[in-house]
């Protein structure tokens, strides 16, 4: 147990819906960040949030939008959904803002069914 | 870009040694991470490495080479649960984060 967790752990839903996903961090770490994997496909980094703030952006999508709240957890709201965004979504956390020099802690996954 | 290279896919026979090897560019290079993930699970943290040379962490080591930009994950006396993706990841001006080498592991 890594000690971020992540809800739901499944979700169907249908094209042009939008979700949430939650994500609270491990005790103590500053640092979220969101993940998005197809079947079969490599890690896909989204966005970095640090003590609040936006600290990094990957490969998210403008339908696409996070943020992180004053008690450290955070939101990943996922809108007009397509059938290709059905995927799992991982959060993860780490203690400070650098991402390259930390070890990052993994909650299960949300695992996204878009019909 | 930052280009991280590893093999798509590895067998080995349980009991072996397996080398999964990693080269990257070394522009801007801080460390290099390596991860587990066994199918449809989260990844876990394996080992991190940022000066030259093997480190040792039970049946896991790896190894890091900063001039020549390469990294190896070793896993001795292999077991079943082995089985699943190692993701070499690139720590620089950024975190990049490799494919990954599905490890399958026959008895």
């Known amino acids: 147990d890594s000690g971020v967790t992540q809800t739901p752990k499944h979700l169907i839903t249908a094209t042009g819906q939008r979700v949430t996903l939650r994500c609270s961090p491990r005790?103590?770490?500053?640092?979220v960040y969101w993940y998005q994997q197809s079947l079969d496909q490599g890690l896909q980094f989204l966005i970095q949030?640090?003590?609040?703030?936006?600290?990094a952006k990957g490969n998210i999508l403008e339908r696409f939008s996070a943020q992180q709240f004053p008690d450290l957890h955070s939101e990943l709201n996922l809108s007009s959904l397509e059938l290709g965004d059905s995927a799992l979504y991982f959060c993860?956390?780490?203690?400070?803002?650098?991402?390259?020099?930390?070890?990052?802690?993994f909650g299960p996954g949300t695992r996204l069914l878009v019909l | 870009g930052q280009n991280i290279d590893q093999p798509t896919e590895m067998t080995a026979t349980e009991g072996a040694i397996v080398q999964i090897n990693c080269t990257y560019q070394?522009?801007?290079?801080?460390?290099l991470f390596w991860y587990q993930q066994h199918a449809g699970e989260a990844p876990t943290f394996l080992s991190y490495?940022?000066l030259d040379g093997l480190e040792e962490k039970g049946r896991f080591s790896s190894f890091l080479s900063r001039s020549k930009g390469y990294s190896y994950l070793l896993l001795k006396e292999l077991q079943m649960k082995d089985s699943a993706s190692y993701l070499c990841?690139?720590?620089?001006?950024?975190?990049?984060w490799g494919a990954g080498t599905k490890l399958i592991i026959k008895p």
């Open positions: 005790s103590g770490d500053l640092s």
């Open positions: 490495n940022v």
């Open positions: 949030y640090y003590n609040g703030e936006e600290r």
């Open positions: 993860a956390s780490s203690v400070g803002r650098s991402s390259e020099r930390e070890t990052q802690y």
């Open positions: 990841v690139w720590g620089g001006y950024q975190l990049i």
């Open positions: 070394t522009s801007g290079f801080n460390g």
